[in-house]
Nanobody
Framework: QVNLVESGGGLVQAGGSLRLSCGSS????????IGWFRQDPGKEREFVAA????????SYADSVKGRFTISRDNAKNTVYLQMNSLKPEDTAIYYC??????????????????WGQGTQVTVSS
């Protein structure tokens, strides 16, 4: 069982930065690919970024390429999402998810088995 917990969300002005963390109190995350998704009320959940077990393979949505960086520290059982140059349209609840190892990491939400409760990110203009 994998129990994912996100942290690091908050309120930030446009152009600012936040770093989200995703940890697990259950099975080690190194057995899984990890994805970040986001959802704004009234909209579908959308892919943000994903990372393979070793950290060498990553995928990003076009809307965040060059601004967001996903990384992982398997020794700390934590995956990070560094978000820079934030825009108001980045406002959403951000979820991390764990899925079976595959290469490249999946970008579709249905390929992820375990989900956290989410953390709110609000970017003011």
């Amino acid at each position: 069982q994998v129990n994912l917990v996100e942290s690091g969300g908050g309120l930030v002005q446009a152009g600012g930065s936040l770093r989200l963390s995703c940890g697990s109190s259950g099975r080690t995350l190194s057995y899984y690919n990890i994805g970040w998704f986001r959802q704004d009320p009234g909209k579908e959940r959308e892919f943000v970024a994903a990372i393979g077990w070793s950290g060498s393979l990553t995928s990003y949505a076009d809307s965040v390429k060059g601004r967001f960086t996903i990384s992982r520290d398997n020794a700390k059982n934590t995956v990070y999402l560094q978000m820079n140059s934030l825009k108001p349209e980045d406002t959403a609840i951000y979820y991390c998810a764990a899925g079976k190892l595959r290469s490249p990491p999946a970008i579709r939400s249905r390929e992820y088995e375990y989900w956290g409760q989410g953390t709110q990110v609000t970017v003011s203009s």
